[in-house]
């Protein structure tokens, strides 16, 4: 008997484990996997009881379940049914509403999830069967009676719903109770010699009933798979999150480097904003004199026509200015000096007026429709210094 209980065991862990393969099923705490159910049905005598026999007299039932599952194929449940008067000719003919009742305790055997494995929710369809022993009570004419009984079930049930919560299952039973030579065994008794289940105390039942499944630790109603990872996928993993550190710390890098550069420009422009504007000792011939011309200028390097940040001094006090004067306009003229090609230096002059008009649109929120370009081509008549005519003017059109 020890060996083939042995025999069993070993062969339920290997075909459930070979049902599962390497996918490990989450959901085995306490409070995990349980439902309640209610169900409803008629049962009718296995022999001939009185003016009853099988299939000649119903008793209608009434019936509630609670259960857990502890694997995806084994759990238990407990059931207690109650068994209704229907008329002179009912089932146990007790002449009391309720006839009997029966509670029992129960193991649950999952099917299709033993041999054809777990899929990580429920199939819509499954089998289950159920076997267990329990208590009865017999009311009214007939001598009370507190008796011991088993039952054995079939469920054919439906899983509903896309998270499979609630599981509808018509299940056929039998129920025997516990004779001793031809005496229904008292549960209380304890004095027997040859205890044994009769089908003249046997019933068939029908009943149709739903189970409420109730929520587990994974977020779901059920069984699911946990997600496995293999060591190399485990370092890559950390291999990516190191690289993401690297990445986030070279960024944490340029940002306190460009807030450096940023302050270090606002002490600049602060400084630029208390020194005077500087006397130019020797001026030669000016294109145009004009009393709007605005005194700060922006100095380019030879050939560029970008603005150095070493100029945006002279852009911001501009920028300032119109931010004081919003009635103003200006007129921003672009030069180049009369080295190179007299076409590239147009170009290049023009080039210089847009890159001013930008620093001022995008940096110092001016309106665009405030400033207009314009392109002087080479000069040397601005100032004796050569180096000093690859420069941007500004002139207050609104004057």
């Known amino acids: 008997m020890k060996k083939l209980f042995l025999v069993l065991v070993a062969a339920v862990l290997t075909t459930s484990a070979s049902a599962q393969g390497k996918e490990v099923v989450t959901a085995h705490k306490t409070f995990d996997n349980w439902y309640f159910g209610i169900n409803a049905g008629a049962a009718t005598p296995m022999q001939k009881w009185g003016d009853a026999g099988f299939m000649k007299g119903f008793a209608p039932s009434a019936g509630l379940r609670l259960g857990k599952n502890f694997t995806t194929s084994f759990g238990v449940a407990i059931d207690a049914n109650a068994y209704f008067e229907a008329n ?42 159920l076997g267990g022993f329990g208590w009865s009570h017999q009311f009214g004419a007939l001598p009370r009676a507190n008796g011991i009984n088993s039952k054995a079930a079939l469920d054919l049930a439906f899983n509903l719903g896309a998270s499979r919560a609630v599981q509808l299952y018509l299940e056929p039973a039998v129920i025997f109770g516990l004779w001793d030579n031809g005496r229904m065994v008292n549960a209380l008794s304890r004095h027997s010699s040859n205890f044994k289940f009769d089908s003249r105390s046997g019933l068939f039942q029908l009943n149709l009933g739903l189970n409420f499944k109730f929520g587990t630790s994974n977020g779901t109603k059920n069984f699911a798979f946990a997600r496995l990872r293999d060591q190399s996928e485990i370092d890559d993993l950390n291999a990516r999150i190191n690289e993401l550190r690297d990445e986030s710390d070279s960024k944490d890098r340029r940002i306190a480097r460009d807030i450096r550069r940023i302050a270090e420009l606002e002490d600049s422009l602060e400084a630029a904003k208390k020194v005077k504007a500087p006397v130019v000792n020797k001026v030669t011939k000016v294109v145009t004199v004009n009393n709007n011309v605005l005194q700060p200028t922006v100095i380019f390097g030879q050939g560029k026509s970008s603005v150095d940040a070493a100029q945006m001094a002279s852009v911001a006090m501009i920028a300032k200015y119109m931010k004081n004067h919003p009635e103003s306009k200006i007129l921003i003229k672009g030069y180049a000096s009369p080295e190179g090609n007299p076409e590239l230096n147009q170009k290049l002059s023009v080039a210089r007026a847009q890159s001013v008009k930008d620093a001022l649109v995008s940096r110092y929120g001016i309106a665009a429709s405030r400033l207009t370009i314009q392109g002087m081509g080479a000069t040397d008549e601005l100032f004796d210094e050569l180096d000093f005519n690859r420069v941007a003017t500004f002139t207050d059109t609104s004057k």
């Open 88 to 129: 002179e000719k009912s089932l146990m003919q007790t002449r009391t509403f309720i006839d009997a009742i029966n509670v029992d305790a129960l193991g649950t055997f999952n099917v299709f999830n033993f041999f054809g494995g777990y899929l990580g929710k429920p199939r819509r369809v499954e089998l289950i069967a």
